[in-house]
């Protein structure tokens, strides 16, 4: 709306908008006259019937005038102006409609009010002759949800019924009649109903007429299409026929139901035949509205009421048969009006002929010579031929009998073109005398004629031998149709083939529709579908029958059909290219009861009003025959009025609403229309007689040319619908409210902005290509014969312009409507105050598409340039380089540029593309992608004095401009080149902007894809990522052509930091895979690599070769031998100490290796309990050995290969005996022996036990040589070559840099960091620092630092641990769980301790060492009295107060819980005899009540409890109480089993004997001293009662871990008296 319209004086605005002018029909002459006793508001829509009508204003309120009989009031049934509908008034209400009697309005949110007549239930009321009022219709679908409304878009009315169409796109229907389409015969129908026949289509729009209804509906998308049924549903007849001649195959899809069965007889030579199937009006101004015409049955005399029927003859030829002649595209029923002469025929033919040259068949046909096409008359099926037979009749006769009326529906849009058609009537010889009836059936009854008809449906296609070669189009066919061409024409073999392969290829022209403008803008894929009452003719299904259901129009598939229009008995359909040759188009249709109205488009962009139809006699033509109608559409004045926007017919007369124009506002918007739509005309034209017919010709070149031709034409087809959608959309604009803002190209501009494009691209490339000099030849002729056609079409005047570029001109012209776009933008812009949004958005708007149109201009010149070049660029390179999408920029064939340090005689010629910058020298030339390409000047000192230095991945040279101003061009052209390769657009102006603000210098660093040509390692390889300078820098994926892949991060030029790498392995037909570090493009760090065997390697690379700490992994536990080695290696072999789990053979080797083979010391467990330890060589036990079995049996000795004594040894016994003396033979299988044997006396105590067990582990690898590569490692993370040698800051500095680097992978990686996690690495990154001296805080914060350091393996030494316990489970679990490595596993223990404590005082220097005392800051707690001496304690007796530094008390919390399992299981096994004796014992014991086990363990009765208080009350403690006495200290110390630490162990231990203490206190209630004989009965009873399965294990390892320094104390004291319980505990004997 423009300004003034939202300005405050309201009233003056509307009246300039919306203006209502009344006609009457019939009386042509007569000047409309104002709506009598309206003066108000502007009208937006109006509805008329047959007396009354309705209309809508701006504002949403509804008024009625006429004669309304259904008012209450008298005075309101005649009112003498519009009155208010008051029911109405709050309701905003969007749209009317109005039947004969009766009215109907939607509201905006989709409520449908109903009033007026409703005899037949038209208003939806049950009941009720009247409804007087606006009443609500209640529409629900109770497949949904009944309780929700259906909402409303659309209202249609008829006589009798009414239809609405939802938001979801289904139609309701209610009232009386077939024309409701319901499955139903109780009428009348007054609660709506859905037409469930088009339920799942789309429908666009209904329309109905007075017994009839139309329906537009969207096509189904082509992929959808449902299998096509063989045979009909109703007649169970084939639906396809084909038919073998000699030299062709007919197929027909001409069958006809009963339902719909085709009439071909017309009863009487008087009887008018009715235009049954839609036919083209034909108006000197419009084009395409196909209208289904109606026809009395009665004498032309008669009828005055129907339009249409002017072929009234008194025998004339022309009347025979109009149906068909009515299908074909443009002639039609009523634009051949029956003049008395032939000579009139020719004339008036003559006149039409001009135009229809341009519209002749969309498959491109060429016009015929004026000589009759009928060579033969065709036998009729019925009739034997007659000598007088017209040329028209058996036109007529053979299309009939070969498709029924339904040509139309075999062939696109007319083959038979008017020009034919009139051919046919100037030489037919059209005396009255002829046989008019030559195809009539003769004069039976209807009945009998259909049922005969049925029978001959099949064998019609079979006898036919039509006159056109007719080809289905199938890529406008409408996806509806089935895709076999429909040839039914006698035609040669090689014309068939030439169909064959048109077909192929202008399937392209189907245009590709694109989704997005389908959902903004109405779509043009449409069919229309009729159901009612067709007696007149009006559904245009050929035949007069009613239909009970919706039924498809064929001849209107493809049709592009955007509106449809009903009449009282007749239809309209308005297409998308509304016009056929003149500049004027129709754009909106109105029918009335028996007339029609079309609104056209002027020379001026304002809109002329036709009429068509009823004319009074007063008024009529002197011919007495012709005074039934208009011959032709007449014009009527209304120049003066203003601007038509809509017209609406009633019965008696009709009524069109005008705007004035303000401020030239509205005549831009008419201007915007009309060019858009004489823009979709001029394109279908080109498409279908210039690119259709090109795309059919013969030796269109190679196949890539063809193939841009075919490019160029589907965008063209493209661009072509969204226009013709476009130009449907702005007939719809200008009916309604007419807000500038809400246009469809300001709102959805890319959608324009990107097609223009889209072509703009396909065009220019293949014009680049020599696409127009290609076509000049085989295209010559058609050119030729088509000069005037071409040159009308592209606008070119100039006679001596060349064929080429007047096709060239032609195919840039859609360019040219973007400054049209702009133009009129800013025509509507200068409407509005410059600081209003409108403004501004059209404004800006403007200068978009104005900009696109000049980048295109560019676009194009640039293309022309290339082009020119090519042409003198030599033959051979131009093959090669000459690609569709590239532009030349620049060359230097001005010698401006040269190589520098040429050769005297060398060429070089260098061009810049906008993809690539070429060298070219003699004969060959180098293409360097700009993508990665760096271009930079040559410092003055380098000697480049105009030098430009060119960098690409494998070259690098140096160009010499002759002056500094070719250097700066050329500088700059490769910089925005190779800017505008990187972005991959072509410099588009950013929409909504000017121009787009260019970088000066493309970026450094980039990411490109490049295939290298001549490095030796990366030949042929393709790298896509990141780049720098040349060189691939960055994340990025490098695949060579044999299958080799790395994907990871890069560093000049070379593999570096985190990646993946995968090698196929033909032989294996399989890869290996490598995930982990590199360096330097060698694999070097952690990784996982994975061999295609199967094998898996875990652990430190270093150049390509495993090297560092690693786990081998061979073999699944299925397959043939699988192992595990885990240890140290040396340039891809084992060396130095290591485990080898050899799983078939049930061995482990836990020792030193060298070159592969196990070399040194060594163990062997086997899982049968053989022990081994002592000398290996070259994977063999050779020298001196230890060998246990199971038993205890022991040998020591010499050995020679496994297994195997060899030379001199001991033997001993379990029970002492030995032998000694030479061995030889295989262990297990009998073994030689020359020696003696001795008998010892039994030994009483340990000490004489034999000296093996003692001195076991002697030939084992000492503990402090195992794992040496898992430190060394830690070590240099921290960055020191050897152990504790380095400087402290660069190791926090090297720990900083780790954490931050796998902070960064885990975040690209798929795992993500747990918040937990996250929150450790956060605090790791602050370095404790500690200034002053040292003391206990700082201790406890080093040692959380620690806890948490060592939870994540991020952290070098929480990497450490995770290292330790891995290898630490790998030796002791399994075979490796084997009780003699019991003491190895200690050590093991003790030396990680040593060695981890040994990092942690390097990173805190300021941590004393092991053994020292940290003094306390404070004093200590309260003292407390000591357990047994009675002495104050003093901190376990340690000679100063304070702290005990130790590696276990700081690094056994963090270790041992890891470690635990396999460690207490060694235990366990190792002490199992022992722990035996102890549970039997136990369990024995346990069996007495308390009072009973304290008296015999003999604790003193002053310590036993008398009373015990349970759960709060005090029970006496009886003869047989259980499990009751010292509850608490039992319960206290049975938790040692959960605690890990020794020192959390010997706390437990302290607090069951403080827990003992104050249970005896509390029932002593005095103070008292403990002795240990005592105490040590108490404890034996809180020991037995605890019932600790593992007590000897958890003994023994207190014993060995616990910290020295505690044995003395209190802490030691208390352990020993349990050990003590635990030896006594096994010796007590029970009488």
Same mark, same amino acid.
């Given at each position: 709306?423009?300004?003034?319209?939202?300005?405050?004086?309201?009233?003056?605005?509307?009246?300039?908008?919306?203006?209502?002018?009344?006609?009457?029909?019939?009386?042509?002459?007569?000047?409309?006259?104002?709506?009598?006793?309206?003066?108000?508001?502007?009208?937006?829509?109006?509805?008329?019937?047959?007396?009354?009508?309705?209309?809508?204003?701006?504002?949403?309120?509804?008024?009625?005038?006429?004669?309304?009989?259904?008012? $209450?009031?008298?005075?309101?049934?005649?009112?003498?102006?519009?009155?208010?509908?008051?029911?109405?008034?709050?309701?905003?209400?969007?749209?009317?409609?109005?039947?004969?009697?009766?009215?109907?309005?939607?509201?905006?949110?989709?409520?449908?009010?109903?009033?007026?007549?409703?005899?037949?239930?038209?208003?939806?009321?049950?009941?009720?002759?009247?409804?007087?009022?606006?009443?609500?219709?209640?529409?629900?679908?109770?497949?949904?949800?009944?309780?929700?409304?259906?909402?409303?878009?659309? *209202?249609?009315?008829?006589?009798?019924?009414?239809?609405?169409?939802?938001?979801?796109?289904?139609?309701?229907?209610?009232?009386?009649?077939?024309? +409701?389409?319901?499955?139903?015969?109780?009428?009348?129908?007054?609660?709506?109903?859905?037409?469930?026949?088009?339920?799942?289509?789309?429908?666009?729009?209904?329309?109905?007429?007075?017994?009839?209804?139309?329906?537009?509906?969207?096509? *189904?998308?082509?992929?959808?299409?449902?299998?096509?049924?063989?045979?009909?549903?109703?007649?169970?007849?084939?639906?396809?026929?084909?038919?073998?001649?000699?030299?062709?195959?007919?197929?027909?899809?001409?069958?006809?139901?009963?339902?719909?069965?085709?009439?071909?007889? $017309?009863?009487?030579?008087?009887?008018?035949?009715?235009?049954?199937?839609?036919?083209?009006?034909?108006?000197?101004?419009?084009?395409?509205?196909?209208?289904?015409?109606?026809?009395?049955?009665?004498?032309?005399?008669?009828?005055?009421?129907?339009?249409?029927?002017?072929?009234?003859?008194?025998?004339?030829?022309?009347?025979?048969?109009?149906?068909?002649?009515?299908?074909?595209?443009?002639?039609?029923?009523?634009?051949?009006?029956?003049?008395?002469?032939?000579?009139?025929?020719?004339?008036?033919?003559?006149?039409?002929?001009?135009?229809?040259?341009?519209?002749?068949?969309?498959?491109?046909?060429? =016009?015929?010579?004026?000589?009759?096409?009928?060579?033969?008359?065709?036998?009729? +099926?019925?009739?034997?031929?007659?000598?007088?037979? $017209?040329?028209?009749?058996?036109?007529?006769?053979?299309?009939?009998?070969?498709?029924?009326?339904?040509?139309?529906?075999?062939?696109?849009?007319?083959?038979?073109?008017?020009?034919?058609?009139?051919?046919?009537?100037?030489?037919?010889?059209?005396?009255?005398?002829?046989?008019?009836?030559?195809?009539?059936?003769?004069?039976?009854?209807?009945?009998?004629?259909?049922?005969?008809?049925?029978?001959?449906?099949?064998?019609?296609?079979?006898?036919?031998?039509?006159?056109?070669?007719?080809?289905?189009?199938?890529?406008?066919?409408?996806?509806?149709? +089935?895709?076999?061409?429909?040839?039914?024409?006698?035609?040669?073999?090689? *014309?068939?083939?030439?169909?064959?392969?048109?077909?192929?290829?202008?399937?392209?022209?189907?245009?590709?529709?694109?989704?997005?403008?389908?959902?903004?803008?109405?779509?043009?894929?449409?069919?229309?579908?009729?159901?009612?009452?067709?007696?007149?003719?009006?559904?245009?299904?050929?035949?007069?029958?009613?239909?009970?259901?919706?039924?498809?129009?064929?001849?209107?598939?493809?049709?592009?059909?955007?509106?449809?229009?009903?009449?009282?008995?007749?239809?309209?359909?308005?297409?998308?290219?509304?016009?056929?040759?003149?500049?004027?188009?129709?754009?909106?249709?109105?029918?009335?009861?028996?007339?029609? *109205?079309?609104?056209?488009?002027?020379?001026?962009?304002? =809109?002329?009003?036709?009429?068509?139809?009823?004319?009074?006699?007063?008024?009529?033509?002197?011919?007495?025959?012709?005074?039934?109608?208009?011959?032709?559409?007449?014009?009527? $004045?209304?120049?003066?009025?203003?601007?038509?926007?809509?017209?609406?017919?009633?019965?008696?007369?009709?009524?069109?609403?005008?705007?004035?124009?303000?401020?030239?506002?509205?005549?831009?918007?008419?201007?915007?229309?009309?060019?858009?739509?004489?823009?979709?005309?001029?394109?279908?034209?080109?498409?279908?007689?210039?690119?259709?017919?090109?795309?059919?010709?013969?030796?269109?070149?190679?196949?890539?040319?063809?193939?841009?031709?075919?490019?160029?034409?589907?965008?063209?087809?493209?661009?072509?619908?969204?226009?013709?959608?476009?130009?449907?959309?702005?007939?719809?604009?200008?009916?309604?409210?007419?807000?500038?803002?809400?246009?469809?190209?300001?709102?959805?501009?890319?959608?324009?902005?990107?097609?223009?494009?889209?072509?703009?691209?396909?065009?220019?490339?293949?014009?680049?290509?020599?696409?127009?000099?290609? +076509?000049?030849?085989?295209?010559?002729?058609?050119?030729?014969?088509?000069?005037?056609?071409?040159?009308?079409?592209?606008?070119?005047?100039?006679?001596?312009?060349?064929?080429?570029?007047?096709?060239?001109?032609?195919?840039?012209?859609?360019?040219?409507?973007?400054?049209?776009?702009?133009?009129?933008?800013?025509?509507?812009?200068?409407?509005?105050?410059?600081?209003?949004?409108?403004?501004?958005?059209?404004?800006?708007?403007?200068?978009?598409?104005?900009?696109?149109?000049?980048?295109?201009?560019?676009?194009?010149?640039?293309?022309?340039?290339?082009?020119?070049?090519?042409?003198?660029?030599?033959?051979?390179?131009?093959?090669?380089?000459?690609?569709?999408?590239?532009?030349?920029?620049?060359?230097?064939?001005?010698?401006?540029?040269?190589?520098?340090?040429?050769?005297?005689?060398?060429?070089?010629?260098?061009?810049?593309?906008?993809?690539a910058l070429v060298h070219a020298q003699f004969s060959t030339h180098h293409v360097f992608p700009l993508a990665t390409l760096w271009a930079e000047p040559l410092s003055e000192e380098a000697g480049g004095v105009n030098g430009l230095k060119i960098t690409t991945p494998e070259e690098q040279f140096s160009l010499v401009s002759s002056t500094p101003q070719e250097k700066t061009k050329w500088l700059r052209a490769i910089s925005q080149a190779v800017d505008q390769a990187l972005r991959g657009t072509s410099d588009l102006p950013p929409y909504g902007s000017g121009s787009g603000i260019q970088r000066q210098e493309p970026p450094i660093s980039r990411s490109a894809k490049y295939t290298f040509y001549k490095d030796p390692r990366l030949k042929d390889a393709t790298y896509d990522g990141r780049w720098l300078s040349g060189k691939p820098h960055g994340r990025g994926v490098l695949k060579w052509p044999d299958g080799k892949m790395y994907s990871g991060m890069f560093r000049n030029g070379l593999e570096d930091g985190y990646g993946e790498y995968r090698i196929p392995n033909k032989t294996l037909n399989k890869e290996d895979h490598y995930v982990g570090h590199w360096k330097e493009g060698k694999m070097c760090g952690q990784g996982v690599y994975s061999y295609a065997s199967g094998e898996v390697f875990e652990g430190c690379f270093q150049d390509n070769m495993r090297h560092g700490h690693g786990l081998l992994r061979s073999g699944k536990l299925t397959s043939s031998s699988p192992s595990m080695f885990i240890g140290q290696w040396v340039m891809d072999k084992k060396a130095g100490y290591g485990v080898f789990d050899d799983i078939t053979r049930g061995e482990k080797y836990m020792g030193m290796w060298q070159d592969d083979v196990c070399q040194g010391n060594g163990v062997v467990v086997t899982q049968f309990g053989l022990y081994y330890e002592g000398n290996f060589h070259l994977n063999k036990m050779m020298g001196n050995g230890v060998l246990l079995s199971e038993d205890d049996t022991i040998y020591e000795g010499e050995f020679s290969d496994d297994w195997t004594l060899s030379g001199k040894g001991t033997l001993t016994m379990p029970n002492g005996d030995y032998i000694e003396g030479y061995f030889s033979g295989e262990w297990g299988s009998g073994i030689k022996i020359t020696g003696t044997y001795f008998k010892p006396s039994l030994y009483e105590s340990d000490k004489d036990r034999p000296k093996v067990f003692r001195k076991l582990g002697n030939l084992a690898v000492s503990a402090d040589e195992k794992w040496k590569a898992v430190f060394d490692e830690c070590w240099h993370q921290l960055g020191c070559e050897n152990p504790g040698q380095g400087e402290v800051w660069k190791a926090w500095d090297n720990i900083a840099v780790a954490l931050t680097t796998s902070r960064r992978q885990h975040r690209d990686s798929p795992e993500t960091l747990s918040r937990s996690q996250t929150q450790t690495l956060e605090s790791l990154e602050f370095i404790p620092q500690h200034v002053g001296a040292f003391s206990v805080e700082k201790y406890d914060d080093i040692k959380k630092y620690l806890i948490k350091a060592c939870d994540t393996p991020l952290h070098p030494l929480g990497r450490l641990v995770e290292t330790l316990v891995a290898v630490y489970r790998m030796t002791y679990v399994g075979v490796g769980a084997n009780r003699r490595l019991l003491q190895e596993a200690v050590k093991e223990i003790k030396s990680y301790l040593k060695r981890i404590f040994q990092l942690v005082r390097f990173l805190f220097p300021e941590l004393p060492e092991e053994g020292s005392t940290i003094p306390l800051s404070a004093p200590l707690p309260t003292e407390r009295k000591s357990f047994c001496t009675g002495k104050s304690d003093s901190r376990s007796e340690s000679p100063e107060p304070g702290y005990v530094v130790t590696s276990s008390g700081l690094l056994l919390p963090v270790l041992l819980p890891r470690l635990y399992p396999p460690l207490f299981m060694l235990y366990a096994l190792d002490n199992d005899r022992e722990e035996d004796i102890y549970w039997e014992c136990v369990l024995r014991l346990n069996k007495q009540p308390d009072i009973a086990l304290l008296g015999f363990l003999g604790v003193q009765r002053k310590f036993w409890p008398a009373t015990l208080s349970i759960l709060g009350e005090s029970k006496k403690v009886l003869p047989t109480t259980k499990d009751a006495c010292f509850a608490s200290a039992v319960e206290c110390l049975q938790q040692i089993s959960t605690t890990f630490t020794p020192s959390d162990k010997l706390k437990v231990i302290q607090q069951t004997f403080e827990e003992i203490s104050q249970s005896v206190l509390a029932s002593l209630q005095e103070d008292f001293l403990w002795s240990m004989d005592d105490l040590f009965p108490v404890f034996l009873y809180v020991v037995l009662r605890a019932r600790i399965r593992n007590l000897g294990s958890e003994v023994h390892l207190i014993e060995d871990l616990m910290d020295p320094y505690l044995q003395h104390g209190e802490q030691g004291i208390m352990f020993t008296t349990l050990k003590a319980c635990y030896y006594q505990i096994q010796r007590e004997k029970l009488n």
């Open positions: 709306m423009d300004s003034k319209k939202r300005s405050s004086t309201e009233a003056e605005g509307s009246k300039e908008r919306g203006l209502v002018h009344v006609w009457q029909a019939g009386s042509n002459s007569v000047a409309p006259e104002r709506l009598p006793g309206w003066g108000g508001k502007a009208v937006l829509q109006a509805a008329l019937g047959v007396k009354h009508g309705v209309l809508l204003t701006e504002d949403g309120e509804v008024y009625s005038f006429g004669t309304l009989p259904w008012r $209450s009031e008298p005075a309101e049934i005649c009112p003498n102006s519009p009155i208010l509908e008051n029911a109405l008034v709050g309701q905003y209400v969007v749209t009317v409609a109005s039947g004969s009697f009766h009215s109907g309005a939607v509201t905006e949110s989709g409520v449908v009010y109903m009033w007026g007549e409703n005899s037949a239930g038209q208003c939806a009321v049950a009941n009720q002759q009247y409804v007087p009022e606006p009443n609500p219709v209640s529409i629900s679908d109770s497949e949904t949800s009944s309780l929700v409304a259906v909402r409303i878009l659309q *209202l249609a009315c008829g006589e009798e019924h009414t239809l609405a169409l939802s938001i979801s796109r289904e139609i309701w229907a209610w009232g009386t009649g077939c024309q +409701l389409g319901l499955i139903t015969t109780t009428f009348p129908v007054t609660k709506p109903q859905k037409v469930e026949h088009l339920a799942g289509r789309v429908v666009l729009q209904v329309a109905c007429g007075a017994f009839h209804s139309l329906a537009l509906v969207q096509c *189904l998308p082509s992929q959808e299409l449902k299998p096509v049924p063989e045979r009909c549903n109703q007649c169970s007849q084939l639906l396809i026929t084909m038919t073998d001649k000699e030299d062709h195959v007919i197929i027909s899809d001409s069958h006809c139901c009963p339902l719909g069965v085709t009439l071909s007889e $017309s009863q009487a030579e008087n009887q008018v035949s009715t235009a049954i199937s839609p036919c083209t009006e034909t108006l000197d101004s419009q084009g395409e509205v196909f209208e289904n015409t109606l026809g009395g049955k009665e004498p032309p005399v008669a009828t005055d009421t129907h339009v249409g029927n002017v072929q009234t003859t008194g025998g004339d030829a022309i009347s025979s048969q109009q149906d068909v002649v009515g299908t074909t595209e443009i002639s039609s029923a009523r634009n051949v009006p029956s003049y008395p002469d032939t000579q009139a025929v020719n004339e008036y033919m003559a006149k039409l002929s001009d135009r229809s040259v341009r519209e002749n068949s969309e498959n491109g046909e060429k =016009p015929v010579p004026s000589q009759p096409l009928v060579e033969e008359a065709v036998p009729n +099926l019925h009739s034997p031929p007659t000598t007088s037979t $017209s040329a028209l009749n058996s036109l007529v006769v053979s299309c009939a009998s070969a498709v029924g009326v339904r040509v139309a529906a075999t062939y696109e849009a007319g083959a038979l073109s008017l020009k034919k058609v009139m051919n046919f009537y100037s030489t037919a010889p059209c005396e009255p005398g002829t046989q008019a009836g030559s195809s009539s059936i003769g004069p039976e009854g209807l009945k009998d004629s259909r049922e005969e008809q049925v029978k001959q449906e099949s064998m019609q296609g079979k006898k036919s031998s039509s006159l056109v070669d007719i080809r289905e189009e199938e890529s406008e066919g409408g996806s509806r149709r +089935l895709s076999l061409p429909g040839l039914l024409s006698q035609v040669s073999p090689r *014309l068939l083939r030439k169909a064959a392969r048109v077909k192929t290829r202008t399937v392209v022209l189907t245009p590709t529709y694109s989704g997005e403008a389908d959902a903004l803008l109405p779509s043009l894929r449409t069919e229309v579908w009729t159901w009612g009452k067709g007696k007149e003719g009006q559904l245009g299904h050929g035949d007069v029958l009613p239909r009970l259901q919706p039924l498809c129009v064929k001849c209107l598939d493809g049709k592009e059909v955007i509106y449809l229009e009903a009449g009282g008995y007749h239809s309209l359909a308005l297409t998308a290219k509304s016009q056929v040759n003149s500049e004027n188009g129709v754009w909106s249709v109105a029918a009335g009861q028996d007339y029609s *109205l079309f609104l056209v488009d002027t020379e001026d962009f304002q =809109p002329g009003l036709y009429y068509s139809g009823r004319q009074d006699p007063a008024e009529g033509d002197s011919l007495p025959e012709n005074h039934s109608g208009t011959k032709t559409p007449v014009l009527l $004045s209304c120049s003066k009025l203003g601007y038509i926007s809509r017209v609406t017919a009633g019965k008696d007369r009709y009524l069109a609403l005008v705007d004035k124009n303000v401020m030239g506002y509205i005549a831009s918007l008419h201007e915007l229309a009309t060019t858009e739509r004489r823009f979709y005309s001029k394109l279908s034209d080109i498409k279908s007689q210039i690119l259709r017919p090109l795309l059919s010709l013969e030796n269109l070149g190679t196949a890539s040319t063809v193939q841009l031709l075919q490019e160029v034409a589907s965008r063209f087809s493209k661009l072509c619908y969204l226009i013709g959608q476009h130009g449907a959309s702005l007939s719809n604009f200008l009916h309604g409210i007419k807000e500038a803002r809400s246009l469809v190209i300001l709102k959805h501009a890319s959608l324009f902005l990107d097609s223009y494009t889209e072509y703009c691209t396909s065009i220019t490339n293949f014009l680049v290509m020599g696409g127009f000099q290609l +076509l000049a030849k085989p295209a010559i002729d058609f050119l030729n014969k088509n000069q005037e056609l071409l040159q009308d079409l592209s606008e070119v005047n100039d006679e001596n312009t060349q064929l080429m570029e007047i096709l060239n001109t032609l195919f840039f012209l859609p360019i040219r409507r973007l400054h049209n776009y702009a133009k009129v933008l800013l025509k509507l812009a200068t409407c509005f105050e410059v600081t209003s949004p409108d403004y501004q958005k059209l404004q800006d708007s403007s200068s978009c598409y104005e900009s696109l149109a000049l980048h295109l201009g560019r676009r194009r010149k640039e293309a022309e340039y290339t082009l020119g070049f090519w042409k003198t660029f030599p033959g051979k390179m131009t093959d090669s380089l000459r690609k569709p999408e590239r532009r030349l920029l620049c060359e230097s064939s001005n010698r401006a540029l040269s190589l520098q340090h040429a050769g005297r005689f060398s060429v070089n010629w260098f061009i810049l593309f906008n993809d």
